[in-house]
């Protein structure tokens, strides 16, 4: 018997080692990556959900019964009750999660996820998935309660299924964005609670009180899109073809700032 090296054998030992170390190490697919992230971030946001879901419930309210004294009805009503319900997503969407990447990236968290088999895009999405879902419960008692505060008719809350999502979709991308591309925590929190209050400013007080210059400032902003959709379906009859059109405009601006977002991660996570 004979004793051949595997150096010389085509397709030898050293090519079969290299594809069993592949076949061990399949690369990590985006949905289970997804799936696993916002899991994670779901469990570690949970001992804070009753403080975050009572503050952000409880400005919206505030505001609204603030405003109630200078608003009676109408379009400014409907601007009012749907503004403070997107506020809430906002709060969360945007004002958090800018802390909370920019807390993640000044204490090297972010080397923890680089270490990991997870594409950057399920790291954005899976934390900015997990913060989002916190906004649900409080954003429908915030425009419940608006509705029996102004008499607004409840029968198209319904919509509240696409304008949450595609909203903080669009506000968290940006938030996330705010806190990696911010080169200290500090100035990650400043950005992301100006946001919130341009959100506040620009959301909640009615466009037809607004000077022609802050009006175009607030067709910039992500969140005035999932506004406008959720105030037309107070109307008698609503013109659905404007609110898909304002919520296309949402789900748009989702696409691009999580793709920035993810952009901005690969950015921080390499230095």
Known sequence: MSVVSADVLPGGALAVQEQDAAELGPR??????????YRAQLSRARVARIPLLFVATFQSVGIMILMRGVVDGGGEA???????????????????????FGQLRASGGLDHYATLPVPPAAVV???????????VPGTVVTA?????????????????AAV???????????GAALGLLAPRPEFATLLGQLGMSAALLLGVLPAER??????LVRDLLPSTYGVEAFARTFGESPDWAFVLGDLAVCAGVGVISLAVATWAYRRAAVR
Do not use: K
Request: glycine share 8%.
């Open 210 to 215: 607004m000077p022609e210059a802050v009006r």
């Open 144 to 160: 419940v309660f608006g509705c029996l505060l102004f008499g607004l008719p409840m029968t198209h809350l319904w919509v509240l």
């Open 28 to 37: 990590a697919r985006l949905w289970p990556s997804l799936v696993a992230v």
């Open 78 to 100: 409907r601007a009012v009750v749907a503004g403070s319900a997107v506020l809430v997503v906002a709060f969360v969407a945007l004002n958090l999660l800018a802390q909370y």
């Open 164 to 174: 949450i999502p595609l909203a903080g979709a669009a506000l968290a991308g940006l």
């Open 125 to 135: 999405l899976g934390a900015a998935g997990a913060y989002a879902s916190f906004t």
